[in-house]
């Protein structure tokens, strides 16, 4: 049986969408197609696209599907890009909403979810997960001192900032040097591991040969910006039989193809389908709860997408504990909870931040009352009086 691939374009109210559509199956694929091709039909013929719906939407828009062979890509995302929208996307407005896979393209996670429970030996509760603040500007010794902060108050993963690449003041293999004793002492204290998502930076051959030299070095996560470096990057990592860590997937630059009504990508599609089949293990996205403005659709489709291949949906951006509840309300216990200044900025210490955040979940847990007024003094009372609950 013939695998296809499927793609949803939208085209704005006045795009004759049909016409629009039949471009991309035939300007995608065969490059063009009349008359003079006949002799040779059957050996193109098969290469072709196909439209095989156009529909209004409600707002006047018009849906389109096209269906490609998948025989037209090697099975691999550059390639995948390349066909579906490629040219086209410079043709004027189109936006691709949804993209199906067969099941067995691309790349599934390593570990996903499921393998990061197991690494950490947490199964019951969601995961926590800080970020180092500041930024840019710390030591390696600073980072772990404060990696020792919360390591104590039973954080499950750190991550590097995404903006902090191999700079000379804190070099990432320092960085992982200064806080692998912190984890082992963790370890050694609690029986559970405690990973840190190590940020990558270079061109492509840097970034896999830091990748490798980490993990030799006991590294046990990392981090890529996946739209800055590209797809083929993370999928040569997920590929390396000697990366055997999780890879965490940061959605930078993710405004940039997503943000535009008419144009681009839609974020399921982006940070959802695109990342799962590349073999991310957890992606990060904006919350609808948080600082950035998140639809809730974009933020469901992303997570329906990651859950769909067993990748740990990881909502970010403004994540605190007064809003735990909400979050967990939506999600259940299949999540991983990542705050940057909600656990670093907390009044009483990142320590705080961390016991905050447990607090939240276990009261959660319990179907305990969360307003300000019934919580007892402590690091989530702190929080909430801090952050709010919103």
């Not at 030591?139 to 993963?157: C, R, S, W």
């Not at 994540?319 to 939506?330: E, F, K, N, T």
Request: proline share 6%; charged share 20%; hydrophobic share 45%.
């Amino acid at each position: 049986m013939t695998a296809f691939i499927e793609v949803d374009y939208r085209f704005p109210a006045g795009v004759d969408a049909r016409s629009q559509a039949r471009a991309i199956a035939i300007g995608q694929t065969a490059g063009s197609w009349d008359a003079h091709f006949q002799h040779r039909e059957a050996q193109l013929r098969g290469h072709l696209g196909k439209v095989t719906a156009v529909t209004e939407l409600a707002d006047g828009c018009h849906q389109a599907t096209v269906r490609f062979p998948a025989a037209n890509v090697d099975g691999r995302l550059g390639s995948l890009l390349t066909m579906i929208f490629g040219k086209y996307s410079l043709a004027g407005p189109a936006k691709v909403t949804a993209i199906r896979l067969p099941e067995h393209f691309g790349r599934l996670p390593r570990f996903g979810l499921e393998g990061i429970r197991a690494r950490l030996g947490v199964q019951e509760r969601p995961l926590v997960m800080a970020i180092f603040k500041p930024a840019l500007g710390l030591t390696a010794g600073d980072h772990a001192e404060i990696l020792a902060k919360v390591a104590v108050a039973g954080l499950d993963i750190i991550k590097d900032d995404e903006i902090l690449p191999d700079l000379p003041m804190a070099a990432t293999l320092a960085r992982w040097e200064a806080c692998a004793p912190v984890i082992e002492a963790r370890r050694d204290q609690t029986g559970r591991d405690l990973l840190y998502a190590m940020n990558l930076s270079g061109d492509a051959r840097q970034v896999q040969t830091l990748a490798l030299q980490l993990v030799a070095a006991g590294a046990n996560a990392l981090l890529l910006n996946v739209l800055a470096y590209g797809f083929p990057v993370l999928e040569a990592l997920v590929a390396d039989p000697d990366i055997d860590v999780p890879i965490f997937a940061h959605p930078s630059l993710a405004g940039a193809w997503c943000g535009a009504p008419d144009y681009g990508f839609s974020y399921g599609a982006l940070l959802g389908t695109l990342m799962a089949y590349g073999g991310a293990d957890a992606v990060l996205y904006p919350t609808q709860y948080g600082s950035l403005p998140f639809a809730a659709a974009d933020e469901w489709a992303v997570v329906e997408a990651l859950r769909a291949r067993g990748v740990a949906p990881v909502p970010s951006s403004g994540v605190h504990p007064g809003m735990v509840g909400r979050i967990l309300d939506d999600y259940g216990a299949e999540v991983i909870l990542n705050a940057g200044t909600g656990i670093m900025d907390h009044p009483q210490g990142p320590a705080s931040g961390v016991l905050a955040f447990r607090e939240a979940i276990e009261r959660w847990q319990s179907a305990a009352p969360r307003a300000l007024e019934d919580l007892p003094a402590g690091p989530l009372r702190a929080a909430v009086e801090k952050w709010g609950q919103g």
